[in-house]
C-alpha cells in the first residue's frame, strides 16, 4: 500500500506542470490575437469616430495589456482559478456561464456515443478476435479501419442523407427528442468505436494465451463464456489507457457535429470564439478541454492499479 | 561484406512477401495508387480548368463534358477534385513527414541524452497531447489568420508527440543493448551512435507510424478545412469543396459525396497499408 500511496502522489505531482503549460499555452494563445484594446475602445462610439490614442491607452490600462506577458498571465490564471475567465468580446457574456450553459449539451451527445461505441466496439472485437480464416478476419479489419478513415463531416451527411432525408425516421438537425440524437450520437461515435474495437481485439487474442484461459478452457467452460467471464475483463484494462485520447477525439468531433446537426455546446462554442477571434472565450474552451482531457487520464492512471493489481508499482518509479 | 548485404535483402524480401499476402494491405496499397496517382498528373488529366466559372452550366450532371458535373458556379467537378486532392494530398504528405522529422529528432534526442532533457520533453509531450488537436488548430489559425502555410506550422507544431514517445521508448531500450554499448567504449560520439546506430534500428517503427499518420492527417487538415480553417476557397481542396457543397446538399448531393468518398478512400488505403506494413514487419521479429 505505501508503493500505491506514493505512485498515487507522484503522478499527482506530474500532473502540476502539465495543467501549468496547458493554461499558458491556452492563455498564449488568446492573447497572440493581438491586443483588443483599439476595437474595444471604439465598441461604444459611433463607427465614423476613431477612439484617441489616449481612450485606447484607458482601455489597455484598465484591463491590463500594458503590463508583461506573464504578470497578465498571472493575474488571468488567478481569476481562471476562481472560475472567473473573463468576458465574451462577442456576447459580453461571461465565459464561465456561457460554458456552464453549454456543456450539458455536449455530454449529453458524447455519453450517448460512449453508449454506442460500447455496444458496437465489444461485438466487433469478439468477431475479430474469435474467427479464424481468411476472410472475416480481414472483413473486421475492414470495417474498423472504415471507421477511422472516414471523416466525422461526411459521414453525418450520409446519414442524414439515408436516414432523415430518404427514409424520414429521424429529424435532419435539431435539438429535440431521442430521435434528433441518434445521428449525432452515431457519426461522434465511429472513430472512437474504431480505436477501440482495433485495441480489444488485439489485447483478446494476447489474452486468449493465458494460462487462466487454457485452464477455464480444461473446465469444460463454454468458449463465449471464456471470452465474457474472463477475457474480456483483462483485456479492456489496455482501452483504460486511451481513454484520455477518445475523450479527447469526443470533444474535437462534437465541433463538427455540433455544426452540422445545429446543436448547442461546447463545440459550437469554440467554432464562434475561433470564427471571430473572441479570445476570452477561446481561452476558456482550450483550457476546459485541456483540464478536462488531463484530469481523466490522471484519474485513469490513479486508478489503473486499483483495478488491475498485475500492476507493480515498485518498478515504475 | 557482400554476404551481409545479401542477408540484408533477403530479410528485406520476407516482408515483402508477407505483405502481399495480406489481401487488405494489398488492397490499401492498391487505393493509395489508384485514387493519388491521377492526382500528381492534374494538369495533364484535368478537362477544364478548375477556377473557370460557368454560371449557365451550373449544378450539370454527369456528361461528357463534365465527368463528375459541375458544382454550384458551374466550375468541372473532376478538375477541382484533381487540383483538390493534389492539394489535400501534398498538405497531408509535408505535414507527415515535418512531424516524423520533430518527433524523430525529439525522441532521440530525450532517449539518447536523458536527464532534464528527457524529462522536458516529456513533459512537453505531457502537454501537447492533452489539448484536444482540432480545437487548438482552430484557435491558433484564427490567431495567425487562415492559409496553408500557417495550418501545416499548426499541425506539425501539435502532431509529433506520438512519434517522439515511440523513438523515444525504443531508443532507450537500444542504449542498454551491447552493441551500442561497445560502440560508447570504442569512442564513438553520441551523434555518431544516433545517427548510424540507433536510426537505422527505427526506420520500420517509424515508417508505420507515418502511414498510419497519413490517414489521420488527412482526416485532420480536410477537417479543418471544412471548418473554415484551412485552405480558402476559390482554391479547391477537398475538405472545403465538402464545406462548399453544404448549401447544395439537397439539390446535388453528390457535390459533397464525390470529395467525401475521395477522402474517405485514401485514408483508407493509408491506414491499411500502414498496417499491413505493420504487420510485414512485426512477423519478422516475432
Keep these: ?317 | 561484406m557482400s554476404g551481409g548485404r545479401r542477408r540484408r535483402e533477403h530479410e528485406g524480401a520476407r516482408p515483402l512477401r508477407r505483405f502481399l499476402r495480406e489481401p487488405t494491405a494489398v488492397v490499401g496499397a492498391l487505393l493509395l495508387i489508384v485514387v493519388t496517382f491521377p492526382l500528381y498528373a492534374a494538369s495533364w488529366v484535368a478537362p477544364d480548368d478548375p477556377y473557370v466559372v460557368d454560371v449557365p452550366h451550373r449544378l450539370a450532371g454527369f456528361s461528357r463534358a463534365h465527368p463528375l458535373g459541375t458544382d454550384g458556379l458551374g466550375r468541372d467537378m473532376l478538375s477541382r477534385m484533381l487540383y483538390g486532392g493534389r492539394k489535400s494530398v501534398l498538405l497531408t504528405l509535408v505535414v507527415t513527414l515535418l512531424i516524423t522529422f520533430v518527433g524523430v529528432f525529439l525522441g532521440i534526442l530525450a532517449g539518447m541524452r536523458g536527464g532534464i532533457i528527457d524529462r522536458l520533453v516529456v513533459q512537453l509531450v505531457d502537454i501537447v497531447q492533452s489539448v484536444p488537436i482540432v480545437i487548438v488548430s482552430m484557435v491558433t489559425i484564427a490567431v495567425l489568420g487562415a492559409g496553408t502555410s500557417k495550418l501545416i506550422f499548426v499541425i506539425a507544431v501539435l502532431g509529433w508527440p506520438r512519434h517522439t514517445r515511440v523513438v523515444r521508448a525504443a531508443t532507450l531500450s537500444l542504449r542498454e543493448r551491447q552493441f551500442i554499448e561497445s560502440c560508447r567504449v570504442l569512442g564513438a560520439s553520441r551523434l555518431r551512435i544516433a545517427l548510424r546506430h540507433v536510426v537505422p534500428n527505427i526506420v520500420r517503427p517509424v515508417v508505420v507510424l507515418s502511414t498510419l499518420d497519413v490517414g489521420r492527417i488527412l482526416l485532420l487538415i480536410s477537417t479543418l478545412s471544412f471548418l473554415g480553417f484551412g485552405a480558402r476557397p476559390p482554391a479547391p481542396e477537398w475538405g472545403s469543396m465538402l464545406a462548399d457543397a453544404r448549401r447544395y446538399f439537397f439539390v446535388a448531393p453528390r457535390l459533397l459525396i464525390i470529395p467525401g468518398v475521395a477522402i474517405f478512400l485514401v485514408a483508407l488505403g493509408a491506414n491499411l497499408f500502414g498496417e499491413g506494413l505493420r504487420d510485414a514487419f512485426e512477423a519478422r521479429t516475432g
Excluded at chain 1, 477501440?196 to 483478446?204: C, F, T, Y
Excluded at chain 1, 474472463?230 to 465541433?255: K, Q
Excluded at chain 1, 472565450?281 to 476546459?288: H, P, Y
Design chain 1, 1 to 317: 500500500m505505501r508503493g500505491t500511496g506514493r505512485y498515487a502522489v507522484s503522478r499527482l505531482l506530474l500532473a502540476v506542470p502539465t495543467l501549468f503549460g496547458l493554461s499558458f499555452l491556452s492563455f498564449v494563445l488568446g492573447s497572440a490575437s493581438g491586443d483588443p484594446s483599439s476595437k474595444l475602445a471604439s465598441a461604444g462610439l459611433p463607427p465614423e469616430i476613431l477612439p484617441t490614442p489616449e481612450q485606447i491607452d484607458a482601455v489597455r490600462h484598465r484591463l491590463g495589456f500594458d503590463k508583461p506577458l506573464l504578470v497578465q498571465y498571472w493575474r488571468w490564471l488567478t481569476k481562471a482559478l476562481h472560475g472567473d475567465l473573463g468576458r465574451s468580446l462577442l456576447t459580453h457574456r461571461g465565459v464561465t456561464d456561457a460554458i456552464r450553459d453549454a456543456l450539458p449539451s455536449t455530454i449529453e451527445l458524447a455519453l450517448s456515443s460512449v453508449l454506442i461505441m460500447v455496444v458496437l466496439a465489444v461485438p466487433l472485437a469478439l468477431i475479430g478476435a474469435r474467427t479464424r480464416g481468411r476472410w472475416l478476419p480481414q472483413i473486421v479489419r475492414l470495417v474498423e479501419l472504415s471507421g477511422a478513415s472516414i471523416p466525422g463531416f461526411f459521414l453525418a451527411y450520409l446519414l442524414i442523407y439515408v436516414f432523415a432525408v430518404k427514409l424520414h425516421l429521424v429529424p435532419v438537425v435539431g435539438q429535440s427528442g431521442w430521435k434528433s440524437m441518434v445521428l449525432p450520437a452515431f457519426t461522434l461515435a465511429a472513430l472512437p468505436t474504431a480505436l477501440v474495437a482495433r485495441l480489444l481485439q488485439s489485447s483478446l487474442v494476447e489474452v486468449m494465451r493465458e494460462d487462466y484461459v487454457r485452464t477455464a478452457r480444461g473446465k469444460g467452460l463454454a468458449d463465449l463464456r471464456i471470452y465474457l467471464g474472463h477475457a474480456m475483463r483483462n483485456a479492456a484494462l489496455p482501452v483504460l489507457t486511451v481513454l484520455g485520447s477518445i475523450l479527447a477525439s469526443l470533444i474535437e468531433g462534437a465541433v463538427v457535429v455540433e455544426l452540422i446537426f445545429g446543436r448547442s455546446g461546447i463545440g459550437n462554442l469554440t467554432l464562434e470564439s475561433a470564427g471571430s477571434s473572441d479570445y476570452p472565450m477561446m481561452q476558456g474552451v482550450v483550457l476546459l478541454a485541456g483540464v478536462v482531457v488531463v484530469l481523466f487520464n490522471l484519474a485513469v492512471d490513479l486508478l489503473y492499479p486499483i483495478i488491475d493489481v498485475r500492476v507493480r508499482l515498485g518498478a515504475r518509479s
